[in-house]
């Protein structure tokens, strides 16, 4: 069975200070993933996607920026946080483009 | 571009009693359509899906209704249960883009006991 796992759980930082959220899938080669944005009693924007390693392309611009090192991971960061960057990140995978399964999230708390 | 609206906002049943979320989509060439459950504080859990060729899906006490000429979808939860309560949302996409996922504002159902 496939796994994921984000991390961290929760982050309190400060403004400009950098960031990197990890995500890592096991039990599925090559799958294709994304990052998604939640403001807090939101909806869920999609960030960025990646159907192989190397390979990231953005969807919506928010100063920041994803790679996938490996064929299992995919990492979303940036060098300067604003408080726009709050709230909540979810890493999502996918078999087909179709269906997709969603990690626990990451809480991004900016000060 | 794809504009998902989905509603009620907020929808408040008696355990027992069914709950129906509906979204409407604009883009026609959408192809495939999910819904979502969200407990407080966690991720997405998929609860159903349907491609663009299937009208009606039952599963679990959920049932999914896809009218394409209307451009609307619906999940209808029969015999709510307190564990049922959580956010729901509809998530569109069409079929040539890769995962490109449109969600609509989601739905609080609280089932009250």
């Known amino acids: 069975a496939q796994t994921i796992h984000q991390w961290p759980v929760a982050e309190i930082k400060a403004v400009g200070s950098p960031l990197s959220l990890g995500c890592t899938i096991k039990?599925?080669?090559?799958?294709?993933l994304y990052w998604y944005w939640q403001a807090t009693g939101g909806t869920l924007q999609q960030l960025f996607y990646?159907?192989?390693?190397?390979?990231v392309e953005s969807v919506v611009q928010l100063n920041l920026s994803a790679s996938r090192p490996k064929d299992d991971q995919f990492i979303l960061s940036t060098e300067k946080l604003l408080l726009s960057h709050s709230g909540f990140y979810l890493c999502?995978?996918?078999?087909?483009?179709?269906?997709?399964?969603f990690g626990p999230g990451t809480r991004l708390t900016v000060l | 571009g794809e504009q998902v609206e989905q509603r009620p906002p907020h929808l408040s049943v008696r355990e027992g009693d069914s709950a129906i979320i509906i979204c409407t989509y604009t883009?026609?060439?959408?192809?495939?359509f999910s819904w979502y459950k969200q407990e407080a504080g966690a991720g997405l859990q998929l609860l159903m899906s349907?491609?663009?060729?299937?009208d009606r899906k039952e599963e679990q006490g959920l049932t999914v209704l896809l009218n394409k000429k209307d451009k609307r979808l619906s999940l209808n939860l029969t015999a709510a249960h307190p564990g049922d309560s959580a956010v729901y949302f509809c998530?569109?996409?069409?079929?040539?883009?890769?995962?490109?996922?449109?969600f609509g504002a989601g739905t609080q159902l609280i089932v009250i006991p």
């Open positions: 999502a995978w996918s078999p087909d483009n179709y269906e997709q399964y």
């Open positions: 039990g599925k080669s090559s799958p294709n």
């Open positions: 990646s159907i192989t390693v190397g390979q």
């Open positions: 883009d026609s060439a959408t192809a495939y």
């Open positions: 349907v491609l663009s060729n299937v």
């Open positions: 998530a569109v996409e069409r079929g040539s883009a890769l995962g490109r996922l449109h």
